[in-house]
C-alpha cells in the first residue's frame, strides 16, 4: 500500500504584507482521498487551492505531490525555489474549477476543452476531440458539443468548466466554491456530476464549499479553517454532529441557522 500522501503541505504560510493568510500549515491528503475544505471568508481555504495550482507562491515550507516537491526542486542537497519549467510539469497533476466559469466565450464547449491537451500535452486534434467528446458527455453534454459558453445554463457552463479540467488528466481536482456563481436549482446538477466524477474515478479531491450538506454526504473528512490554521477536522459525521472546537460550533451554528 501506498502511504505517501498524494497532497502534503509541510510548515506552508502565506502573507499578503501584514496579514498572514496561512499560518504554517500541515495537512496531508491520501491519494482518492475526498476532503472537504469549509469556514469563513478569509480563513486560507481559497489560498490552499491556489497554492496547489501553483497560482500564488508559499513564503514558507514546501507543497508535495505524491512525495515529490511542487513548490521546491532539489538542488546540491538543499530545496531551492522550483523554476517555471518545474511548476509547468508539476501543474499537470492537479487540475482546477473556478467558482466563476473562466471559458473561453469564443469557442464551443468542445474547443474549451481540447484546447490545453493539444497545447500543453501535444495530443493531436483528433485525440483531443474525442478525449473532450467522451468527458463532455460524462458531465451530461453530449449534445451541446458545438454550444458557446452564451448559449449554456450556468450550470452547464460549470460542467465544461469541469470536463474541461479532466482533459488534463489531472491527478488531484480541485473545486473552489463552484455553485456559488449559480441559481440554487443548478447548484444540484453540477453537485451531481462532482458526486459522479468522485464515486466514478480515483481522483483525489479538494472542494472548498459553503455548501454543508453536500460536505457532509461526500467527503471522506472536512478541515475548518479559521484564522490561517485547521481549527479542527474529521469525518464528516462527527465533526457535523459533535464538533469539538467552540470556534466550529459557532460556524456551523451560523451557517446551519442562514441556510
Do not use: W
Amino acid at each position: 500500500m501506498n502511504e505517501t500522501p498524494m497532497v502534503r503541505f509541510d510548515k506552508v504560510s502565506k502573507r499578503y504584507g501584514p496579514l498572514t493568510v496561512l499560518d504554517a500549515l500541515e495537512l496531508d491528503i491520501a491519494a482518492n482521498e475526498k476532503v472537504a475544505i469549509i469556514g469563513p471568508s478569509g480563513s486560507g481555504k481559497t489560498t490552499v487551492l491556489r497554492m496547489l495550482m501553483t497560482l500564488e507562491p508559499v513564503d514558507e515550507g514546501v507543497i508535495y505531490i505524491d512525495g515529490e516537491p511542487l513548490t521546491h526542486t532539489p538542488r546540491n542537497g538543499q530545496l531551492m525555489r522550483a523554476d517555471r519549467a518545474h511548476l509547468k510539469r508539476m501543474r499537470a497533476n492537479v487540475g482546477m474549477v473556478f467558482q466563476h466559469f473562466n471559458l473561453f466565450p469564443h469557442m464551443s464547449a468542445v474547443k474549451n476543452c481540447m484546447e490545453a491537451p493539444m497545447t500543453v500535452l501535444g495530443l493531436s486534434r483528433d485525440e483531443a476531440y474525442a478525449r473532450a467528446a467522451e468527458l463532455l458527455a460524462m458531465v451530461g453534454l453530449g449534445d451541446k458539443l458545438d454550444h458557446y459558453p452564451a448559449q449554456l445554463s450556468g450550470g452547464q457552463q460549470q460542467r465544461v468548466a469541469i470536463a474541461r479540467a479532466l482533459a488534463m488528466r489531472p491527478r488531484v481536482m480541485l473545486f473552489d466554491e463552484v455553485t456559488s456563481a449559480l441559481d440554487p436549482e443548478l447548484c444540484g446538477e453540477v453537485l451531481a456530476v462532482i458526486r459522479e466524477l468522485g464515486a466514478a474515478h480515483d481522483l483525489t479531491m479538494l472542494m472548498v464549499t459553503h455548501q454543508m450538506g453536500f460536505a457532509r454526504e461526500f467527503a471522506d473528512r472536512v478541515c475548518f479553517f479559521d484564522q490561517g490554521k485547521i481549527a479542527e477536522q474529521g469525518a464528516p459525521e462527527e465533526l457535523f454532529a459533535e464538533p469539538r472546537n467552540e470556534r466550529t460550533r459557532q460556524f456551523l451554528s451560523a451557517v446551519m441557522a442562514a441556510g
